[in-house]
């Protein structure tokens, strides 16, 4: 009963900016993890960056000092994305994992937001 809906998604030239959300609707649970992803054409899904519901953040060493990510809102949270590279194209995807009894454990995923990095 947790529904994820990124945004932010869109063109942007090697060098820009871009923010994207995510927010969430249903019963949403006190302890988490929420964190983004995203997948390329032919390649896994890699993991970007996450935001504990303590506050606590971590980063792929990809994106280190060029991404942000923190709460915007109760269940809003934002991924500021700078110096933008061509290889950081993809589809970046929200997830949010429970650290709360019983559901602890359980993931939901949003359905994705395209990033596309072109001149």
């Known amino acids: 009963q947790v529904t994820l809906v990124e945004s932010g998604g869109g063109l942007v030239q090697p060098g820009g900016s871009l923010r994207l959300s995510c927010v969430a609707s249903?019963?949403?649970?006190?302890?988490?993890?929420v964190a983004w992803y995203r997948q390329s054409p032919g390649e896994e899904r890699e993991f970007v960056a996450h935001?504990?519901?303590?506050?606590?953040t971590s980063y792929a060493d990809s994106v280190q000092g060029r991404f942000t990510i923190s709460r915007s809102n109760p269940n809003s949270w934002t991924l500021q994305m700078d110096a933008l590279r061509r290889e950081d194209a993809a589809v970046y995807y929200c997830?949010?994992?429970?650290?709360?009894?019983?559901?602890?454990?359980?993931?939901?995923w949003g359905p994705g937001t395209r990033v596309t990095v072109s001149s």
């Open positions: 997830n949010l994992e429970s650290r709360t009894i019983p559901r602890y454990g359980t993931n939901w």
């Open positions: 249903g019963n949403i649970d006190p302890y988490y993890i």
């Open positions: 935001i504990g519901s303590g506050g606590t």
